[in-house]
DNA sequence: CTTGCGGATTAGACTCATTCTAACTGATTA
DNA sequence: TAATCAGTTAGAATGAGTCTAATCCGCAAG
């Protein structure tokens, strides 16, 4: 069942939309309502249809909108596993995707520092770099603690 | 210019594919040749125009599949970087991608043995991972050492 | 030989996630 | 009230990749 935003959760929202310029609607909200009820990195068809039941009215097109306008201002991050249709994640704390071959299901994999500096390490100087993604593929035996 | 395979590289190519069931074919020849000429990571575009200037009655759908058969037999890997065009790399041994924000190529990052290590450390028990991809995106100065 | 088999190749149709377009809405400003 | 402008909408367009059905080709059996 999908709650409404809490109050820190809304105000997330709007504090990061209002920094880039743009506005909560009540579309956005229930984008990213649907985010925050189940961390399952939904795509986005899924997201459509959860946020749907809500909100009759909303179009795919829309739900493509907002997620793009959450990526851009920091809200959500895109994981995208070789060509499957693009999921969406809200988990913002520095973290590696862990891929079970047979569920499919999606877990975050907490990323230590030590690690992401190690990793950062292996550059070659003249190489700076923003993002680093990282993914593993194979199978998870966890009865499902949280698939976040 | 397109050189012929090596000694080397055509048995490379004969053993991965007799050893999966498969034979050497002109066309899965001339696509393997292609990758190992310049090892820019192509895309199957890429691939395709390269190829049918060695041999014109290629198609499309061919390099398709010579390229899943040598991701099959381990002969190459494949690139994906978010939803672009899946690209494709000769190189075997572990490494990184590191892909260039301003001119969208891609670059080997060797990987060490002791940040594999590290890798795989974070995963909780119970996860079991086969393949761990890592991508980096940002901006290289490197005057072009090799682009593998 | 020549026939038949099976893997490989081919052209083109198809799929489907994503992007684009153009019209519409609704709040805010002039 | 009109103009503006971000946001939303439905549906068309795109394009990478996959599927299909026909053909090709090398080779083993007759």
New binding site residues.
Partial sequence: MIQNLTEHDREHLQEA?NKS???V????EAVFTVLLAERDHP???EVFNRARVV?P??????????L??FVGCGLVRQV?HE????RYCPNLAPHAHFRDKETGQVHDIELPPEVMKSLRSILPPGFDSEVIEISFLGRAQAKDTHSN
């Fill in positions: 939309l310029g743009q506005k609607t009540p579309q956005r795509t986005v068809d909100m009215g909303l179009s795919l097109a829309t739900v493509y909108n907002c793009e306008t995208n060509r499957e249709s693009t």
